[in-house]
Nanobody
């Protein structure tokens, strides 16, 4: 059974940066499409970045230029680097995995496994 554990959240000031990490366990090989979603209080969960099985990346328009997704297949880790943080980035960030590149659509219904989430809070 695939398990995802996120770390790296915290409280930062506007303009700061964070790098979130997601460790994968219980799988064989790198045959997963990985994505990061976020959910702010009272709002729906939204996809922000995805990386396909072949390394192709996609980003939500709202985060392009500030978010960078990457993966270290040897260490079974997926990262989300967030620069120039804004108060509207405040949310719980979830790591997600899908068995195919369908996760690159950044839609919740394409996800097979979720992490437990890590909180990011950005103060003005």
């Amino acid at each position: 059974q695939v398990q995802l554990v996120e770390t790296g959240g915290g409280s930062v000031q506007t303009g700061g940066a964070l790098t979130l990490s997601c460790v994968l366990s219980g799988y064989i090989g790198d045959t997963f499409c990985m994505a990061w979603f976020r959910q702010a209080a009272g709002k729906e969960r939204e996809g922000v970045a995805g990386i396909g099985i072949d390394g192709r990346t996609v980003y939500a328009d709202s985060v392009k230029g500030r978010f960078t997704i990457s993966r270290d297949t040897a260490k079974n880790i997926v990262y989300l680097k967030i620069d120039s943080l804004k108060p509207e980035d405040t949310a719980t960030y979830f790591c997600a995995a899908a068995w195919s590149d369908s996760c690159l659509g950044l839609r919740t219904f394409s996800i097979n496994t979720w992490g437990q989430g890590t909180q990011v809070t950005v103060s003005a």
